[in-house]
């Protein structure tokens, strides 16, 4: 059963002060940080992504197969609906896909720690091109409500998906658009211009 995926991303230019915002704040550590490798799936035409759809295979301390839906979008907090359960094999999980007709369109990487706080789902990324965070909640008042309890502004929420973010990167660097992984962008400056976004933790 699908269930609606409901949250709000925001870059964050102290991702330190952020992070001693959360614990002052009371919510609760639920895995440290780790390495995520994230593969991204489609059709030959790009079906999918033509869709606004999203096929993924992760892996971290487990191996997620991941679906998500169209999203509607609100006041920066996007809702879709989600599929995601374990699998036991990554790469016969990637056999499976590709069997059935799917291809490995992009890869990506993201070191990735999570907490609980308030009924909220909440981690802080830290990407190749900077750091992160996203809120999921049951609603949106509930997804608004910690962004301004963390001191963070609602208005710089950011709708576009990570691989969009890099694609903006791509087109000021030459890199390739399919490969955000920490070896690729080693040693390349990056600003917050250069993706086209505003820090959210500088009111």
Same mark, same amino acid.
């Given at each position: 059963?699908? !269930?609606?995926?409901?949250? *709000?991303k925001?870059?964050?230019?102290?991702?330190?002060?952020?992070? !001693?915002?959360?614990?002052s704040?009371?919510?609760?550590? @639920?895995?440290?940080?780790i390495?995520?490798?994230?593969?991204?799936? /489609?059709?030959?035409?790009? &079906?999918?992504?033509?869709?606004?759809?999203?096929?993924?295979?992760?892996?971290?301390?487990?191996? &997620?197969?991941?679906? +998500?839906?169209?999203?509607?979008?609100? /006041?920066?907090?996007?809702?879709?609906d989600e599929?995601?359960?374990?699998?036991?094999?990554?790469?016969?999980?990637?056999?499976?896909?590709?069997?059935?007709?799917?291809?490995?369109?992009?890869?990506?990487? !993201?070191?990735? *720690?999570?907490?609980?706080?308030?009924?909220? &789902?909440?981690?802080?990324?830290?990407?190749?091109y900077?750091?992160?965070?996203?809120?999921?909640?049951?609603?949106?008042?509930?997804?608004?409500?910690?962004?301004?309890?963390l001191?963070?502004d609602?208005?710089?929420a950011? @709708?576009?998906?990570?691989?969009?973010?890099?694609?903006?990167?791509c087109? +000021?660097?030459?890199?390739?658009?399919?490969?955000?992984t920490?070896?690729?962008l *080693?040693?390349?400056?990056?600003? *917050?211009? /250069?993706?086209?976004?505003?820090?959210?933790?500088?009111?």
């Open positions: 059963m699908a !269930k609606q995926e409901i949250e *709000a925001f870059y964050v230019q102290s991702p330190e002060q952020v992070q !001693k915002r959360l614990v704040a009371g919510a609760i550590l @639920v895995r440290p940080r390495l995520e490798t994230n593969l991204r799936f /489609d059709t030959p035409q790009g &079906h999918l992504q033509r869709n606004g759809q999203v096929l993924r295979l992760r892996q971290d301390n487990a191996i &997620h197969l991941t679906y +998500k839906g169209t999203s509607q979008e609100t /006041d920066g907090i996007l809702s879709r599929l995601e359960f374990e699998v036991e094999n990554f790469e016969t999980a990637r056999a499976f896909l590709e069997a059935l007709g799917y291809m490995v369109v992009a890869v990506y990487e !993201k070191y990735r *720690a999570a907490y609980e706080m308030s009924g909220c &789902h909440i981690t802080l990324d830290e990407l190749p900077g750091t992160f965070i996203e809120i999921e909640g049951p609603d949106p008042d509930s997804v608004q409500r910690l962004t301004r309890d001191g963070l609602p208005a710089k950011i @709708v576009t998906s990570y691989l969009g973010l890099h694609r903006r990167l087109a +000021k660097h030459p890199l390739d658009p399919t490969v955000l920490f070896a690729a *080693a040693g390349i400056s990056i600003s *917050a211009s /250069d993706l086209e976004i505003e820090p959210a933790d500088i009111i």
